[in-house]
């Protein structure tokens, strides 16, 4: 998977600097940190949209097609502020020998 997370980070970042009108990307890069995260939220609301249907049909199907949305601008997000997804991977990674109610009060300290 980590794959998969390494090639769409070499075309997220090369299409940052690509013309905003020939490239998503490039769009979501020019109209700014505040667009990039109007997106962001969207897509977690469509998740959590998706995630409540889901339950009631039975169907994972659209879930997981919002899920894969909000990973994406997730990691568009990423890389707008510098970083990628070896970042998150490191943080997680980090939290393994943690319980989690322990790196929850770990945080507030």
């Not at 568009?76 to 929850?104: I, N, P, Q, Y």
Request: proline share 0%; net charge negative.
């Amino acid at each position: 998977m980590t794959d998969v997370l390494k090639r769409l980070d070499k075309v997220l970042e090369a299409r940052k600097n690509a013309d905003k009108d020939s490239s998503y990307v490039a769009s979501l890069h020019h109209k700014g940190l505040d667009h990039i995260l109007k997106k962001v939220g969207e897509e977690a609301t469509e998740v959590v949209i998706a995630a409540k249907d889901a339950k009631q049909s039975g169907s994972n199907k659209d879930f997981i097609y919002e899920m894969a949305d909000l990973w994406f601008h997730s990691l568009v997000l990423l890389g707008h502020l510098g970083e990628s997804h070896e970042a998150v991977l490191k943080e997680l990674e980090r939290r393994f020998d943690l319980s989690g109610l322990e790196e929850k009060a770990n945080r507030s300290k």
